[in-house]
DNA sequence: TAGATTGTTAATCGATTAACAATC
DNA sequence: TAGATTGTTAATCGATTAACAATC
């Protein structure tokens, strides 16, 4: 099994088989087939079959996947294997759940860092962690190997603390500020701004059903 | 200018036209091509004409479009040129950082009603809504006209807020649990769960470059 | 008129699905 | 052996991109 380029699309289904799996692993389930897992999360059997088999043959013909070696596999895919660190820059309200959110978390992925500019935030408490100023965060990074961060600040704040991530050698963003970030093209970053999403679901609202129909939006 | 079946990918990049075209607004540019718009998004230009005109002749050739024009023709496809009234399940920290996050939308869409059955959540306020039982959930919903809903509970109470959501008619739900949820199929589910979003940031961190090699992950 | 840029058709590319031999 | 299900190839489907006539 060589590795391809594997395409962003099925690289995004990955934590959502491991997602399923950890709920049946947590049944006591100990196998599973394409099939049932395609009924789980409509998809197509043959997709999944397909996604898995771009890293390797991980099931059993005739009888399906076992389920705690899946997992295994795909946590060693997405390197979630040991826990990766994460820093956190704005400690605001979204920031503290993230935070906590984090704690009951047991994907291995751990808030390890978090960061704010602003007086009365630096010095201050979430779980176990000090908010530490942004002067802070080379020496963090460097010395905990951190290589993902989160930006919880304001839009206007959000480039900025990019480019600090940026500058301190920061691999992956996961953005929740409504702004469009530029990056080298080296740096992947991911956008999780709920306002787009609401946007989305609004549009459904309105349109599902009329797939068939030769309405237009007019003045 | 007929009304095709419009594509997800489509849709999901409606507002993030919406939100270039808003900063491009704040910053008082009145025209914009879609050239620029691609160098701005990293997206093809044809790709932006050609998701526009699946709903009207938005531009105008040799100058681009206008920018403000296209916002409000955007808002209107998206539907949120009148406010979009939203409820939210689960008044903890994330419940909260959403309510708050809302103060500064531009984007016409409102949380007006937020729940949560803990006792010592119910009564408090979060800006300037008091959390309300679920029983109060459907009136709510009639009254306000809702037809949106956010989930923001822990992962084992998510599907039954779901179904609770389905059964008083709530048409489109973004659910921050990480958990996959079952609905009918005519309610539209959005997932926006962080870890997800982590997941697959960590694979490209150690499998960014790697698209030419012939690695694969074996035990 | 010359330059720019749209809307749209045709070409290309990539992702999903169907089908099936291999095999548990 | 019969039934189930994988891994994988081939067929299909859909989305992206290129190209260009229309026109501001």
Redesign the pocket.
């Known amino acids: 099994?060589k590795q391809a380029k594997i395409?962003?699309?099925?690289v995004r289904r990955l934590p959502i088989y491991l997602q399923v799996l950890n709920e049946l692993h947590s049944r006591e389930i100990q196998t599973v087939?394409?099939?049932e897992l395609g009924v789980k999360l409509d998809?197509?059997?043959?997709?999944i079959?397909?996604d898995?088999?771009y890293f390797g043959?991980?099931?059993?013909?005739?009888?399906?996947?076992d389920v705690m070696y899946l997992i295994e596999k795909i946590r060693q895919i997405l390197k979630v294997n040991q826990t990766i660190k994460v820093a956190l820059v704005g400690a605001g309200n979204l920031g503290h759940a993230l935070c906590n959110y984090n704690k009951y978390s047991k994907d291995n992925m751990k808030i390890t860092a978090v960061f704010d500019d602003h007086p009365d935030k630096i010095g201050t408490r979430i779980n176990n962690l000090v908010v530490q100023p942004m002067s802070e965060l080379e020496r963090e990074v460097k010395e905990q190997n951190i290589r993902i961060g989160i930006i919880t600040v304001p839009a206007h704040e959000a480039q900025n603390v990019a480019n600090q991530f940026v500058a301190v050698g920061i691999e992956g963003i996961l953005n929740f500020a409504p702004a469009i970030l530029r990056v080298p093209e080296e740096v992947r970053i991911q956008n999780a701004d709920f306002t787009r999403e609401l946007l989305s679901l609004a549009y459904y609202l309105n349109h599902e059903g009329e797939e068939t129909s030769d309405e237009s939006v007019m003045d």
Do not use: D, H
């Open positions: 099994m395409s962003e699309a099925v087939s394409s099939q998809l197509n059997p043959a997709q079959r397909k898995l088999a043959e991980f099931g059993r013909k005739g009888i399906g996947y």
